[in-house]
């Protein structure tokens, strides 16, 4: 009985021993692993300084939020990726209940200082609060991104224009100590980019190209991923709103020419299209940016129906002016023809009075 006892207890202690070794603070204890260990947070995660870290880094584009033509920037909604290996965690999952992956906040292990030279505001997405570790040190980080980056946009086809637009991606302080690596080749990227893209603005998401490169920046040499997106214009728009009225337009003006010449309708018709077109100008240089290389179809397209339109009120002006200076003789030969029938009336009438007073 005593025996009973004894190996009940023992069994007992076993259990607790092994419940408590199911804990991620046990684990966390095993690691030493604290937000203030500077093990983990201050340096690269490798036994000797000269080992590469090498990131694998993957992002895919979950919305085209907008495209500003006038400033020249575009702003995105994308998933990054990133995968390196920590040689400072290891634990064998047989001590710890099979448990081989955990999470840890990102306060408490060290990140690569990725950064993106097109980038030109602060990301307002809230980041990530954890990191992804497997029990051979493999450490994930996803994070959801606001990119709101430079792109010098091509506009001489507007609105038939196709965009092509870069990020690159590198660490902002380290030169060879890290290297980036993809892990979806383009065509991969394009499909899976395709199949979580929720919104588009007015854009048609084409393709994406990803390449590796090595970049020397201020005399060292830096691993950059840089990925080339590709999107066309959805010109319907355009075409409805801003092409199809500036031909009705000049479509009206054609028709004036139905309109006399003798009043003055047609003239003040003309100065009402022109004025409009003149309108349409003004909404199309709000939108096409100032620095343009080469000036845009559509606005030669509306200065040359601009031009059109003034030639025909100068025609319109020009044939007014002709018909009154043509009629000037003949009002000036009307008006002595009554002066003189006046004139032989009062005369008549004088004698006829002079006649009857005899």
């Known amino acids: 009985m005593f025996a009973g006892f004894l190996f009940l207890l023992l069994f007992t202690v076993y259990e607790e021993d092994s419940e408590s070794n199911c804990s991620y603070q046990a684990l966390f204890k095993y690691l030493n692993l604290t937000r203030s260990n500077d093990l983990y947070t201050m340096v690269r995660p490798v036994k000797h300084y000269n080992v590469t870290t090498l990131i694998q880094l993957k992002m895919v584009i979950y919305a085209i939020l907008d495209v500003r033509e006038i400033d020249q920037s575009l702003v995105l909604y994308v998933w990054i990726y990133m995968s390196w290996r920590n040689y400072h965690i290891w634990w064998d999952p047989k001590d710890f209940c099979g448990l081989n992956h955990v999470l840890f906040p990102t306060e408490a292990l060290w990140k690569p200082d990725l950064s993106i030279d097109e980038m030109t505001e602060k990301d307002k997405a809230p980041p990530s609060p954890y990191l992804s570790v497997t029990n051979e040190g493999l450490v994930e980080s996803r994070n959801d991104q ?66 590796k490169t090595t970049v020397s920046t201020f005399g060292y040499d830096q691993s950059m991923v840089i990925y080339t997106i590709s999107m066309r214009r959805r010109a319907v728009l355009y075409i409805v709103n801003f092409l199809l009225p500036v031909f009705f337009f000049f479509f009206l003006d054609l028709a004036s ?102």
């Open 146 to 211: 606001v990119v709101v980056s430079t792109c010098r946009m091509q506009v001489y086809k507007f609105p038939f224009d196709t965009q092509i637009c870069t990020l690159s991606m590198k660490s902002a302080l380290h030169s060879d100590e890290i290297k980036f690596d993809v892990i979806l080749n383009s065509s991969k990227i394009t499909e899976l980019s395709r199949e979580v893209m929720r919104t588009q603005y007015e854009w048609l998401f084409l393709n994406m190209t990803v390449a």
């Open 257 to 358: 020419f139905l309109i006399s010449d003798t009043g003055g309708e047609k003239l003040g018709f003309k100065v009402t299209v022109l004025l409009a077109v003149t309108v349409m100008q003004l909404i199309l240089n709000e939108i096409l940016p100032a620095s343009s290389d080469r000036i845009p179809l559509i606005a030669v397209y509306c200065i040359g129906t601009f031009a059109l339109m003034m030639l025909s009120l100068l025609e319109t002006i020009l044939v007014m002016y002709l018909i009154e200076k043509d009629n000037q003789p003949d009002e000036e030969q009307s008006r002595s023809e009554d002066k003189q029938s006046k004139v032989n009336f009062y005369r008549c009438f004088g004698v006829w009075s002079s006649a009857e007073d005899e």
